[in-house]
């Protein structure tokens, strides 16, 4: 019995020692606190536009309307009662309001009804008026030659930079319709500039 | 019986950033996570600066603030700093726990969700610290580094945090 006894009495000792070991550590923690305050992309669109028109005979008429509430940007250019040699130009001023580089990678052309645009290459292009509905460029059908200069690098705007696009559009003969009027909407879309792989 | 103290800090002024300059990027994945090719680029947009704080008054400085400011997708850093015993036991890293996932052993990198949308924000790999032992007035240099990942909101404030745990050295 009291064998049994020293036994359990040693069994006791050597759990409470076990017990002791397993939970002899203390700690102490050190603490990183991260923040990441993220940019801004944001770019805003201003325009101007005007005409040829002779100011004793106003026939023809052109507007241009930025939207810049709600990506993606946008353009919208009205022409009234166009001619054959009637010509509107204007600029397109893209200003990086953010904060971080952004970059232009894709754009809409919404065209008039019946309008078919051919890219030339170089920022050049012709339209054509389809008259005959079979959505080829026919020559007969040629309206206008339009054209762009981006003055600065639109594919890497920095924050605080503008970089302005000049555009024309000269109407011309055979294609283009009587009292022809029409609206063009260019859409914008850009990301934020990303150093190179 | 008086018992010893198990006490350590961040050393005053060992804060030191990659980003000195134009920005440093990288490439990264979250499937399985890993981080490559870091290279600098030909910007400089985005800046870190790291603060270190007593914030509970013991003399101590036992956090550091890490701010990442005009951070893009893509901003990538590297963050070193030095660690010091000033407890009067010796001490062993045991333990990272980052936005609560804990790790006791390398290699420790994870991708992380930091405002719940649902997508990943940054990447986070941590140096190998584990089993580094301290004595008494010895000091280590931890590092981590991190990742802005492209699906990173912008215009927000995310935050994260490391705890970065040391136990007493015991035979």
Same mark, same amino acid.
């Given at each position: 019995? +009291? =064998?049994?006894?020293? *036994? ?24 990183? /606190? *991260? @923040? ?13 536009? /005007? ?11 052109? @507007? ?25 130009? =204007? ?20 065209? $008039? ?10 920022? +050049? ?29 639109? *594919?890497?705007?920095?924050? *605080?930079?503008?970089? $302005? ?6 109407? @011309?003969? $055979?294609?283009? $319709?009587?009292?022809?009027? =029409? ?15 | ?10 050393? &005053? ?6 980003? %000195?300059?134009?920005?440093?990027? #990288?490439?990264?994945? #979250? ?34 603030? %890490? ?6 997708? #893509? ?7 030095? !660690? ?9 890293? &045991?333990? !990272?726990?980052?936005?609560?996932? !804990?790790?006791?052993?390398?290699? %420790? ?63």
């Amino acid at each position: 019995m +009291r =064998g049994k006894m020293v *036994g359990l009495f040693a069994a006791v000792l050597i759990a409470i020692m076990v017990a002791g070991l397993a939970y002899a550590h203390w700690s102490e923690t050190l603490v990183i /606190s *991260g @923040t990441v305050n993220t940019g801004k992309l944001d770019l805003e669109l201003s325009c101007t536009c /005007s005409d040829n028109d002779d100011t004793s005979k106003d026939v023809a008429d052109v @507007t241009c309307v930025v939207q810049n509430e709600t990506e993606p940007n946008s353009i919208t250019i009205s022409v009234t009662n166009a001619y054959p040699c009637y010509e509107v130009s =204007g600029t397109i001023d893209i200003k990086n309001v953010g904060t971080v580089p952004a970059v232009l990678i894709d754009y809409d052309i919404d065209l $008039p009804e019946d309008v078919i645009l051919v890219d030339l290459g170089g920022y +050049r292009y012709k339209l054509y008026y389809d008259a005959d509905g079979d959505r080829e460029a026919d020559p007969e059908e040629l309206m206008a030659t339009a054209g762009l200069t981006i003055e600065g690098d639109i *594919g890497q705007i920095d924050a *605080g930079e503008t970089v $302005p696009i000049d555009f024309y559009v000269h109407f @011309t003969n $055979p294609g283009l $319709p009587e009292d022809w009027s =029409g609206t063009f909407t260019i859409t914008l879309y850009f990301e934020n500039w990303s150093p190179p792989t | 019986m008086d018992t010893s103290e198990l006490d350590w800090e961040f050393e &005053s002024g060992s804060f030191t950033s990659k980003d %000195v300059g134009n920005d440093w990027t #990288c490439d990264s994945s #979250c499937n399985p996570p890993s981080i490559s090719n870091i290279r600098q680029g030909t910007k400089d947009i985005a800046s870190t600066t790291g603060e270190f704080v007593d914030s509970d008054g013991d003399g101590d400085l036992d956090t550091l603030k %890490v701010t990442v400011s005009n951070a893009y997708p #893509c901003y990538y850093n590297h963050i070193d700093f030095w !660690v010091h015993n000033n407890g009067e036991v010796p001490l062993i890293i &045991s333990k !990272v726990i980052i936005d609560g996932h !804990v790790y006791t052993a390398s290699p %420790v990198i994870l991708c992380l969700d930091l405002n719940g949308d649902g997508n990943l924000d940054i990447i986070i790999r941590y140096g190998n610290s584990f089993g580094t032992q301290l004595e008494y007035c010895d000091s280590a240099n931890i590092s981590f580094d991190f990742h802005i990942l492209q699906n990173a909101p912008e215009g927000q404030s995310l935050s994260f945090t490391i705890q970065i745990v040391a136990e007493n050295w015991s035979p």
